[in-house]
Every structure is written in structure tokens, then in C-alpha cells.
């Protein structure tokens, strides 16, 4: 994991730093021009100019261009008030304004074609929340110091900041308690099969759809099976069994009044997942369903406030899984820093909370928080939620740690859907399983 710190946060630990300040420049701008040298493919004969403004940022933009302007480029070092920037220029670096800025900046236009290094974030992105302040530059990579910061996972910070580097400047980072979710993290959660382990080890109870309407609840069963669930009950409302997948088992529900029928014979049951393609209506129902000693997911219609006081008083680990416009609403509010906001609705209702975004944050009710950001814009498809849904579940089956569970799903989910044109939710879960098995 890569840790994530907000901008007060890296204040302190700089205002911690067992060197001072001036070998912290030093470090910085070392990095900086070591990025600088590779995006230039050179050094002899090339021009780079540098917007530095008056603060750390800024010397770290300056202490660059020295070390650059050792090994042969030229380097012209810039007011970031400048109205605009020379033409005939092969870089751009932008150490204007790093993640303390507050206030609108409008970074001067770059000329066509000419690359953007920025130092620690693009100026005028709010180092906290990703959203623009002014008009920062499009950065094609950004050199960060010490820790990850919130304004580079999150949207619109995201998109700007490029590639993101971070170097290492001897700054203490282990009080972090955010991190940043790797491939390699996820590979070490993942469960592996005791020889003696049979399906019921890791059976789940899918609650979800209706008699007319099955699309969202195979979606989950076939991601779950894909993912490890040895046994996929699908109890859908009105309906007495299913013909897809076929490796699923239909459980018998009546159309209405079903919470006693969809809660019983669950001792042989690893975890439950209730809410995709549900619909509105079964409130009584689904708060029944809440009242079970078992692993329990909540996606979909079963995701509303009214719940939260059934949540706050389980034992058993809950996961909910709320997109943007579920998580507004189950919070009683938007928000500009997601990250904060999570983590607080998490702590007060005692169970994990996957904010779904193109940026996703996993809160932990005991405080850490997992960010999982290399999902992209194919998954912003109809039935994505439900497959990752069914992910979730046979990992909290397996007795993956709820949180991992969630990040590690996340994570597979996101890296399924990577690259790929046209995709649709079907195509998830065999694509999970390629993942599984490619290691």
C-alpha cells in the first residue's frame, strides 16, 4: 500500500522532519529533475521553464532547475503572476502552488505540445479534494514527496495530475491511516482454499430482483462464483428458482411478506448479500433480513436510511456499497471531501462503507481507510455495481477480512473492466476469473 495523507497532515509531518528544510529542497528537487530529465529525453540544449512561486513548492521548483541547468538545459525560472508562457520552451514545470493553496490560481496557458511536470500537485487542484481551484495546468506527471495526497486519487486532481511519482524525501509516513490499494496488497488478502474445504465452507444467500425483473441477482451470483462461493443461493421475490447460472440454486420466496421465508435455514450460509434489482417496497423485509447473525452485504434498494439504526446494532461484519447519489443519501448530505466523509459514516454505524466512484474509498468503522483508484470509465455500465456486489460477498464467505474483502473486490473489479471497449457487466466476471488465475 502507498500512503495517503491530506494536506495538514503533510504539514505536520514536515514540520517533523528530522533534517531541515533546506535538505528537503534539495531531495525534492532532485526528484523533480530526475522526472524532468526523463519526460525531456535529454539534457544538453533543452529549454524548460519553471513557474516557481514563493514558498516550498516553489524552491523546490528552483532547486531543480539548478541541478538541471548543471547538466546543460536552460532553464528560465518564472513569477507564477506571469501572463504567459515562452513558446520555445521543451518542458514546462509547475512548482507555482502546491497542496496548501486555498484560493483560485489560473496557471498561464502552456503552449501547444509542450509537456507539464508538476511539483506535488497541479497548481490550483485542491490538494484535499481534487476539485479545481482556477484553472490549473494538465500535468503529464506529477513528482509527490513522502505520501500520496487526496487531491491526486480524486476527481477532477486525478485526470490532472497524470502519471504520479513519489519520491522518497526521508519523511516520516507511518501514522498514515490512509493508504492507497496495490495490485500486490490485494494479491496477499485473497483466500486460499484449505484441501479440506467443501462448497457449504463458503455457501452464500443472494436476496434480490423480483419474479419479472432476475437480471441484477445473476449478475451477483456469477461474479460470486467466479470469485470463490462454493454455493450460490438465489432467493428472488416471487420466483421459485433460476435458469442462470446454472451452477445456482433457486430458494423459494414469496413476492411479498418473504423476510421469515428468506432468512431461514441460513446456519449452512457464509454470508449474505441482499438488495440488487430489489426495488422499493420491502422495507419490513429487508430489515429482517438485517436481524441475522450472518457476514452480510448491502447493495442496491436495500441501502436506505432508515436502516442505519438496524445496522449500528449487528454484530456480524456489514459491508454497504453506495454510489455517489446512495451515499448522499444515507449520509443526509454531499460532500467535497469524500474521504472524510466516509470514514465519518463508517464510525457511526459500525460497518464498513464502499463509496463507489471512479475513485473508491473503503472506510473502516475503526478509523483507516483503503482507496482503490485504478477504475475507469468502462465500469460506468448498467449492472457493474451488482457484480461487484457478488465479489464482495464470496470474499467476506471466504473469511477475508471485511474491509480487504471489499478493497480486494474493488481493486479485481476496477482492473477487470480496464481497457476494454464495449464492455458490459456479463462480461465481468469471466474476466475476474482470468485475473484469478493469471496470478
Known amino acids: 500500500m502507498i500512503p495517503i ?11 517533523a522532519a528530522p533534517v531541515p528544510v533546506a535538505a528537503l529542497v534539495e531531495r525534492a528537487g532532485a526528484a523533480v529533475a530526475r522526472a524532468a530529465v526523463d519526460l525531456l529525453g535529454g539534457t544538453y540544449g533543452r529549454r524548460v521553464a519553471v513557474v516557481a512561486g514563493k514558498g516550498n513548492n516553489g524552491a523546490d521548483g528552483r532547486a531543480a532547475a539548478t541541478r538541471l541547468q548543471r547538466r546543460g538545459v536552460r532553464c528560465v525560472v518564472l513569477d507564477p503572476d506571469i501572463a504567459a508562457l515562452p513558446v520555445e520552451v521543451d518542458l514546462v514545470i509547475d512548482a507555482a502552488y502546491g497542496t496548501g493553496l486555498s484560493r483560485p490560481y489560473d496557471f498561464p496557458a502552456v503552449p501547444e505540445g509542450v509537456p507539464v511536470l508538476a511539483v506535488d500537485i497541479p497548481s490550483g487542484v485542491d490538494g484535499l479534494t481534487g476539485a479545481r481551484l482556477g484553472s490549473p495546468p494538465a500535468a503529464d506527471r506529477t513528482v509527490t514527496f513522502a505520501a500520496l495526497k ?3 486519487l480524486l476527481e477532477p486532481g486525478r485526470e490532472l495530475s497524470g502519471e504520479v511519482v513519489v519520491a522518497d524525501i526521508g519523511l516520516d509516513t507511518g501514522d498514515a491511516t490512509i493508504d492507497l490499494v496495490e495490485g500486490s496488497d490485494v494479491a496477499d488478502w485473497l483466500p486460499v482454499p484449505a484441501a479440506t474445504v467443501h462448497k457449504w465452507h463458503h455457501a452464500i444467500r443472494i436476496i434480490g430482483g423480483s419474479s419479472t425483473m432476475t437480471g441484477a441477482p445473476r449478475l451477483a451470483a456469477r461474479s460470486a462464483q467466479r470469485l470463490g462461493a462454493g454455493y450460490v443461493q438465489m432467493a428472488i421475490p416471487g420466483r421459485d428458482g433460476v435458469d442462470d447460472p446454472v451452477e445456482a440454486v433457486g ?30 417496497g420491502h422495507d419490513v423485509d429487508v430489515a429482517t433480513v438485517l436481524g441475522v447473525d450472518r457476514p452480510l452485504v448491502l447493495d442496491g434498494d436495500a441501502l436506505q436510511p432508515e436502516f442505519l439504526d438496524v445496522i449500528r446494532d449487528r454484530a456480524a461484519p456489514t459491508v454497504l456499497t453506495p454510489h455517489g447519489g446512495e451515499f448522499a443519501r444515507l449520509a443526509g448530505h454531499t460532500t467535497t471531501d469524500p474521504i472524510a466523509a466516509t470514514r465519518e459514516l463508517a464510525a457511526s454505524i459500525g460497518a464498513v ?34 457484480v461487484l456486489a457478488g465479489a464482495i460477498t464470496a470474499l467476506l464467505a471466504q473469511g477475508v477480512d471485511p474491509v480487504r474483502a471489499a478493497a480486494s473486490a474493488v481493486w479485481l473489479h476496477a482492473e477487470a473492466g480496464r481497457e476494454q471497449v464495449g464492455l458490459v457487466a456479463s462480461d465481468l466476471p469471466d474476466r475476474l476469473a482470468l485475473l484469478l488465475s493469471d496470478g
Open 251 to 280: 430458494y423459494s420466496l414469496p413476492a411479498s411478506a418473504w423476510g421469515a421465508a428468506a432468512v431461514a435455514d441460513l446456519d449452512r450460509v457464509a454470508a449474505v448479500l441482499v438488495g440488487p434489482g430489489l426495488g422499493p
Open 150 to 152: 487526496p487531491g491526486l
Open 5 to 15: 495523507v491530506t494536506p495538514a497532515e503533510m504539514a505536520a509531518i514536515d514540520a
Open 353 to 386: 462503507v464502499v463509496h463507489k466512484g471512479p475513485t473508491t474509498i473503503v472506510a473502516d468503522p475503526d478509523g483507516p481507510v483503503l482507496v482503490v483508484a485504478n477504475g475507469g470509465p468502462a465500469l460506468a455500465t448498467a449492472g457493474t455495481g451488482d
